[in-house]
Nanobody
């Protein structure tokens, strides 16, 4: 079993920044990702990072503004979110894969563990 605990969400004005963290415990995790969801919509991909952190992958809507990184010594993945927009408002979920080659993926089904989510709200 793997437990994922997100933190770092909150309320920020448009143009501001937030840094989300996700700490993993229980087993070694490989690829990790961030997804987000607003009420009434499907959970959507935001960013993903490979096992060793050598490759990362972003949704077009956040490219150039968000940065995913990880510290395997701390079993933690981060999402630095800059130049935030009201449309970035969502519950952000951390996801982890414990199988496979550890490559980054935008597919929800690739990940077998999910965190409980953290709310990020961007006011205009």
């Amino acid at each position: 079993q793997v437990q994922l605990v997100e933190s770092g969400g909150g309320l920020v004005q448009a143009g501001g920044s937030l840094r989300l963290s996700c700490a993993a415990s229980g087993r070694t995790v490989r690829a990790m990702g961030w997804f987000r969801q607003v009420p009434g919509k499907e959970r959507e991909f935001v960013a993903a990072i490979s096992w060793l952190g050598s490759n990362s992958y972003y949704a077009d809507s956040v490219k150039g503004r968000f940065t995913i990184s990880r510290d395997n010594a701390k079993n933690t993945v981060y999402l630095q979110m800059n130049s935030l927009k009201p449309e970035d408002t969502a519950v952000y979920y951390c996801a982890a894969s414990t199988v496979g080659a550890g490559t980054a993926s935008s597919q929800k089904g690739y990940y077998d563990y999910w965190g409980q989510g953290t709310q990020a709200t961007v006011s205009s």
